[in-house]
């Protein structure tokens, strides 16, 4: 029974907040700010990129871009796999080591 009071409470307390409230009003000449906003509008430069970028032809068109890029690069990586592959047993390979080696003098 104590928790259906206090719940009371707080209710009135909550209805009893608003009795002081005024209605909310506007500036003068709101709407006729807001009209003459909308009329008189700046496109910036962001808004041009983003109206440009989203037609239709340009996004397919960057997708084809994107996804020949992924091409590229996944052809490139089995190249090099298989170029590693068949250097390993390269035996004219010449290093640093064996280039400068000064035992190997010839005349």
Known sequence: M???DRIQQQVDAALNSIEGMEPATPKPYLLTRIHARMNTRDVTVWEKAVWFLSRPVVAIVLCLVIVANMMVVVSNQSRQSNVAATSQ???FSYT?????????VQP
């Open 96 to 104: 640093v080591a064996t280039i400068y080696d000064s035992e190997n």
């Open 2 to 4: 104590q928790n259906n």
């Open 89 to 91: 047993g390269d035996d």
